[in-house]
């Protein structure tokens, strides 16, 4: 029975009567006290300091205009994989512009993460979520599955174990994380296409982007004009001297104001001419 008479709760003072209670409490603060205060060769006042685990960084962006290193995407995932404690990234590979349902081995950033692994024995992977490593599901099992026959542990920034495959539980909600992620996949492409139908139904442009004869439809008759060959010697103006002239005629970028480059004169003077309606189209879109 558990009573002052019995037990005097010393805990540590030297004392002869314990309750079963106080007992298994010193006991297991014994243990904890013991765990957190193994002594290793830093001298750092008998703790021991965990070593953080190497691994690789793994990051995919799937949308062309959300490409490139300094993005949004590549930075979110980047920040989110720092803030996951335990580990040091030692490399990362980025599959820039890659679609989250490309099979595996048709990813070439990936592909030398494979290389890596086999090469230097860095066992751990780290993603910031299931969705970044893929979207459609068989995809997303079949990495997960080629990464578990060579004995490697993918890890999401919020501390879960994609490979863990001793858990059904995990395993299971890792499959429902992946239906789920192509499932928001799928209703994201239909209503952007949606969106695109509604626009070309209404006479504007739908995707993709504006060429210069769709931006600058009054300046490109008059470029094709002046790139023509003069009659009497046969040759060409230069694009830069196009791209003055274009000007001197109230011809430039719009918005900076400035003369149009070489390269936008030679677009403008092997590119299409303009379709009727093409600036009331590109003004309605911007």
């Known amino acids: 029975m558990h009573t002052a008479r019995h037990c005097s709760h010393g805990m ?9 209670a106080c007992y298994w409490l010193q006991t297991v603060l014994f243990f904890l006290k013991s765990d957190t205060q193994i002594t290793d060769n830093t001298g750092n006042n008998g703790h021991k300091t965990i070593e ?5 960084a793994y990051l ?9 290193d300094k993005t949004d995407s590549a930075s979110r995932q980047r920040d989110a994989i720092k803030r996951l404690d335990g580990f040091e990234v030692v ?7 890659v679609s989250g349902a490309v099979s595996i081995a048709d990813r070439p950033e990936f592909a030398k993460l494979l290389d890596a692994i086999e090469a230097n024995g860095v066992k751990t992977v780290l993603v910031e979520d299931a969705s970044r490593f893929a979207r459609d599901l068989i995809t997303q099992e079949t990495g997960l599955v080629a990464l578990i026959e060579r004995g490697v542990k993918v890890f999401a920034a919020n501390g879960d174990e994609l490979t863990a495959t001793d858990d059904p539980m995990r395993v299971a909600m890792r499959q429902i ?9 799928t209703r994201l492409v239909h209503k952007l296409k949606a969106g695109r139908d509604r626009k ?8 993709g982007r504006f060429s210069m004869a769709e931006k600058y439809p009054d300046a490109v008759p008059l470029a094709k004009r002046l790139y023509r060959r003069s009659p009497k010697t046969g040759e060409r103006r230069s694009l830069r001297k196009i791209a003055k002239l274009l000007a001197d005629e109230g011809y430039v970028i719009r918005g900076s104001g400035k ?5 936008m004169v030679k ?5 299409p001419l303009p379709e009727k309606g093409a600036l009331a189209s590109y003004v309605n879109s911007a």
Do not use: I
């Open 177 to 185: 994380a992946g239906t789920f992620a192509q499932l928001e996949k």
């Open 91 to 97: 490399a990362e590979y980025y599959d820039d512009g």
């Open 259 to 263: 003369p149009f480059s070489a390269s």
């Open 200 to 207: 070309w139904a209404a006479g504007e442009k739908g995707s």
């Open 12 to 20: 540590g003072r030297g004392y002869r009567l314990r309750c079963g």
């Open 52 to 56: 953080n685990m190497k691994a690789f």
């Open 267 to 271: 677009t403008m003077c092997y590119g």
């Open 60 to 68: 995919r962006t799937s949308n062309v205009a959300k490409t490139g």
